[in-house]
Structure formats: structure tokens, C-alpha cells
């Protein structure tokens, strides 16, 4: 198989396992925090080629279920208010929690669903716009940023 089937198919892979190509969602933390694809490969806890290697579909997915879920831990600190507002004191706070995190995963604890960090986003955001507003957002973020519109729609949805 030559190499761009090899990259297509462990996208195709990534969308099904991780919803999502990772490199999309590599790109909004690096963003997100303005931090180097290299420094947020340290806060995950990954070399830095590898890290490369999953973002281009070069390897389809992260064999270290504790780097997934500090990936998880921080598209969910992406979402405080603190962070989402730009905070440069909270943006480097978050991302020395993460990287100090030692994670343990299993059936009991693995970061997925609506956890209690979640519940709180969507109740500020409820708190600081209308249902309308929400989805209105939703809708706008959707094509760029699918996981953040998601939570809006449920934010919205749920007033």
C-alpha cells in the first residue's frame, strides 16, 4: 500500500475512533494555548515526531491511553472561563496541570462524557447568552470547530 492510502485510511480510522482527525484536534490546542506543536507534545507526555506523526495520519492513533486523556483533560480546559477568555496566568496554569497530571484510565475514570468540568461550562454559558444565541454560535463554529459547537448546542438545548 503506498503511502498516501496508508495516511488516508489511518484518517479514516482516527475519524472513527477519535470522531475526529487527531491532527484537527492537535491544531486547535496548539492554538487554542499558543503553544508550539513541540512544547504541547511535552505537556502530553509524547515525543514530539510522534506527536507529528499522528496529527499527519502517518500512525493512526495514540498507543498511551494517559497521553489520550490528558488531550481530553485539555480540549476540556480549553472550555473554563479563565482559558477560553485568553488568560495568560490560566493558560499556563492549565497546561502545567496537564503536564504534571498522572492519569490513570480505567472503566471507572476514563475522562468521557458530561463530567463535572463540563457541567460547569454549561452553565456559564448558560449563564452569559440566550438559547438562540447559542445555537446560533453552534452553527457558525460547527464547520471549524465541531466539539466546541457541540457544546454549545447542548448548552443551548438545555435551557
Known amino acids: 500500500m503506498d503511502d498516501h492510502k496508508i495516511v488516508?485510511?489511518?484518517i479514516a480510522l482516527q475519524r472513527e475512533w477519535y470522531g475526529e482527525p487527531l491532527g484537527?484536534?492537535?491544531?486547535?490546542?496548539?492554538?487554542?494555548f499558543d503553544v508550539?506543536?513541540?512544547?504541547?507534545?511535552e505537556v502530553l507526555g509524547i515525543s514530539a515526531p510522534m506527536l507529528s506523526q499522528v496529527m499527519s495520519g502517518r500512525r493512526a492513533k495514540i498507543g498511551n491511553p494517559v497521553v489520550l486523556a490528558r488531550l481530553i483533560m485539555l480540549e476540556r480546559k480549553v472550555l473554563t472561563p479563565e482559558v477560553a477568555a485568553g488568560s495568560k496566568e490560566a493558560i499556563r496554569a492549565a497546561l502545567e496541570d496537564?503536564?504534571?497530571?498522572?492519569?490513570?484510565?480505567?472503566r471507572d475514570n476514563f475522562p468521557v462524557g458530561v463530567g463535572p468540568d463540563e457541567t460547569a461550562v454549561l452553565a456559564a454559558l448558560r449563564e452569559i447568552a440566550e438559547e438562540e444565541s447559542l445555537l446560533e454560535a453552534a452553527e457558525r463554529l460547527d464547520a471549524d470547530f465541531p466539539a466546541i459547537a457541540d457544546l454549545l448546542r447542548r448548552a443551548g438545548k438545555a435551557q
Do not use: E
Open 98 to 106: 496537564v503536564k504534571a497530571s498522572r492519569p490513570t484510565v480505567n
Open 24 to 32: 484537527d484536534r492537535v491544531r486547535r490546542l496548539v492554538v487554542a
Open 36 to 41: 508550539s506543536q513541540a512544547y504541547l507534545a
Open 8 to 10: 488516508q485510511r489511518n
